[in-house]
């Protein structure tokens, strides 16, 4: 019984990570119509910018509390120097996003080179759940997905942003006739996408270390999720998290992993073959 709830407990907490990297790109999808292939470097960047925090001696949730920010104005920048350009055309865009992927990861490869690289958890050990242990930091990211979750639905369902947000992802060509600027929503759309991941990115190294292709496990699990929630909606590409996770973090329990991976991507594949839409696809939140 005991083991059973450590291994819910440890795939909880995988899927958690999984719905963060998702909401990011999830959101991007639906707004900006392109898939975000950087997402999973701005993931690297994130874990990068904690390394740095905590082998200079800074505290690493500070470094784990900048890393988000200093992602996130990255992304705004690359929206507005590079990106922005190609809106027009959305396969132009994409293969940007794959060619700043590439410029991203093999400079942090350049600084670390092929090394494992450690961070400490923030906070250690473990707690009490009646009678079994659990790790205590990866309650604390399965508290924080839930946080940041509840946080973006009430961003854009209950705030004057989230209104002109969801209608410029409706309509934009009214929304620029009403006096929304579009490119600030896009531009501010792509930043927070970014700031996401580079929170992923934080709160996962001290779970699976540094190193150059950390991203990309991530950006591939979570473009297929967002495949299989669907794009348009707050819920959706969440909705694909979860499960996408949820086997992700679940099947290597029961079989070989490199299985378990061929297993979730042909079970991705033929829900998104049956059901192209996703599982909650549609406008709005």
Known sequence: MASSFVAVFEIASFAAIIVLVVLGLGIIASMMGIFNFAQGEFVLLGAYITYLASSHGIPVWIGMAAAPFLVGALGFVLEALIIRRFYAAPIVAMLGTYALSLIIREIVRGLIGGLYLSV??????????????????????????????????????????????????????????????????????????????????????????????????????????????????????????????????????VMAPVIADVLVFVLAIAFIKFRPQGLLSGKGV
């Open 120 to 253: 400490p958890e923030p906070i250690g050990g473990s707690i009490d759940i009646g009678s079994v242990h659990v790790s205590a930091w990866r309650f604390v990211i399965i508290v924080v997905t839930i946080a940041v979750m509840i946080g973006c639905y009430l961003l854009l369902a209950r705030t004057s942003f989230g209104l002109r947000v969801r209608a410029t992802l409706e309509n934009p060509a009214l929304a620029r006739a009403s006096g929304i600027s579009t490119a600030r929503i896009y531009g501010a759309t792509f930043a927070f996408g970014a700031a996401l991941a580079g929170l992923a990115g934080a709160l996962v190294v001290p779970v699976f270390s540094l190193f150059a292709d950390l991203g990309i496990r991530f950006l591939i699990q979570g473009f297929v999720a967002v495949m299989v929630g669907g794009v348009g909606s707050f819920m959706g590409p969440v909705a694909g998290a979860a499960v996408i996770g949820t086997m992700s973090a679940a099947l290597p329990w």
